[in-house]
């Protein structure tokens, strides 16, 4: 397939498929300066599908690094009032919401003050994106677009054709029906999803090198995968590749250690971090380690509350098509769906059973975390094992190493 062919092949995928774009809604792409030409082709699908109006919203990371080179504290976590604007009138509007992924230059902060880069954030705006999928308010998908610099950062060298191999590979777009691979795939995780909730576990232990954690779950905890649905019944899926099945825990019950497996590049900040180890008592993160951007996953456990508190639980095994291709992306968005995962801050009320819709305390009573934070970082892979446990303690494997074995 030509580039061009393939470009317009992935942004139809991203707006039928991933934001699954209905006629007459409006269709906001928010990408960086380097993704222009799979924004001006979500543009073209999006009006081919009968958006009534696309825009796009750049983002310069070099004016954002000067942000946090010269900024003061304050300037590092406003938010301009025209960019809550936007992103309510999309919401009141029920528009939809494609994001592009995919750093050109993952170090690009990496020689700036680690706390500071961590602090970097429009806090309002987080928060209101919070909610905005959280009480399921906008149809949206998250994409990424290969580019050089992204592609040297993977392979040592500007192969984006290679990179463009796996990210198709990855997103089944090399399949001879995507559509219909989707809808197979989908199917497969919802089936895993309806497994794990009928074994009706208390809490999931993970066991590895550096690694003996144990996640507590609520009685209200359901497990997800790959599709969500709009308080207006339009069906999506929010990450394009997907190959997760996910929950939220209980805030309030992690005890133990859980070592990362995989760098991971903090979204949006352009600082990859190495080695991240943190310590979880009666819930809370009170010690995070690294060999490289320790002080920045400091920074954001500090930003509220619930920062350093889980908000998500995610298993991913070795038949992922992400995992496959045995690349690590250096990109949260590929490499949370080559193993499994855990995420702090922000819990997901889809997946607690009666959460939608109350306040923010009644959540958090059922378990539900809250913050302006949620951060995904990789802790599984051939040798971390994951156990459920049922409230007498018995252990009942769901992962071995990159094996899933729950029947």
Request: proline share 5%.
């Amino acid at each position: 397939m030509a580039i061009d062919e393939r470009l317009e092949a992935y942004a139809r995928l991203a707006v039928r498929i991933g934001a699954n774009l209905q006629p007459g809604q409006e269709l906001e792409v928010v990408g960086l300066v380097e993704h222009a030409p799979l924004a001006r082709a979500i543009a073209r699908a999006a009006w081919e599908a009968g958006a009534t109006y696309v825009q796009v919203r750049y983002v310069d990371q070099h004016v954002r690094r000067e942000l946090i080179a010269h900024g003061s504290e304050e300037a590092l976590s406003r938010t301009p009032a025209w960019m809550l604007q936007r992103l309510q009138d999309l919401i009141e509007g029920r528009g939809a919401e494609i994001q592009i992924t995919g750093n050109p230059e993952p170090e690009l902060f990496s020689d700036l003050d680690a706390g500071r880069v961590g602090r970097a954030r429009p806090t309002a705006l987080h928060e209101l994106r919070g909610k905005m999928v959280n009480d399921a308010l906008v149809n949206w998908s998250i994409v990424a677009y290969p580019t050089e610099g992204w592609a040297e950062t993977v392979f040592g060298e500007p192969d984006v054709e290679r990179l463009w191999q796996a990210v198709a590979t990855a997103v089944r777009l090399d399949e001879p029906d995507p559509v219909r691979a989707w809808q197979k795939h989908i199917d497969h995780l919802v089936e895993r999803a309806e497994l794990l909730n009928r074994s009706g576990f208390d809490a999931v232990r993970y066991l590895g090198p550096g690694t003996d954690l144990t996640v507590g779950l609520n009685p209200g905890s359901r497990w997800h995968a790959a599709e969500f649905e709009t308080s207006y019944g339009v069906k999506h899926i929010p990450n394009l590749p997907t190959e997760e099945v996910f929950t939220t825990p209980d805030w309030r019950r992690a005890e133990g250690v859980v070592r990362s497996t995989k760098p991971l590049n903090l979204p949006g900040q352009s600082l990859t971090v190495h080695d991240l180890e943190l310590r979880f008592e009666a819930g809370r993160a009170i010690r995070a380690t690294a060999s490289a951007g320790a002080d920045a996953i400091s920074a954001q456990l500090a930003m509220d509350d619930g920062a350093s508190f889980l908000g998500e639980l995610a298993l991913v095994d070795g038949t992922s098509a992400v995992g496959r291709t045995g690349i690590t992306f250096c990109d949260t968005l590929f490499d949370e769906n080559a193993t499994s995962h855990i995420a702090y801050g922000r819990g997901l009320t889809v997946c607690i059973e009666g959460a939608l819709g109350l306040g923010i305390e009644e959540q958090r009573q059922l378990g539900v975390n809250h913050s302006s934070v949620h951060t995904d970082f990789m802790v599984g892979g051939p040798e971390v094992d994951v156990d459920g446990l049922s409230k007498d303690g018995t252990a009942v494997p769901i992962l071995r190493g990159d094996d899933w074995v729950l029947t």
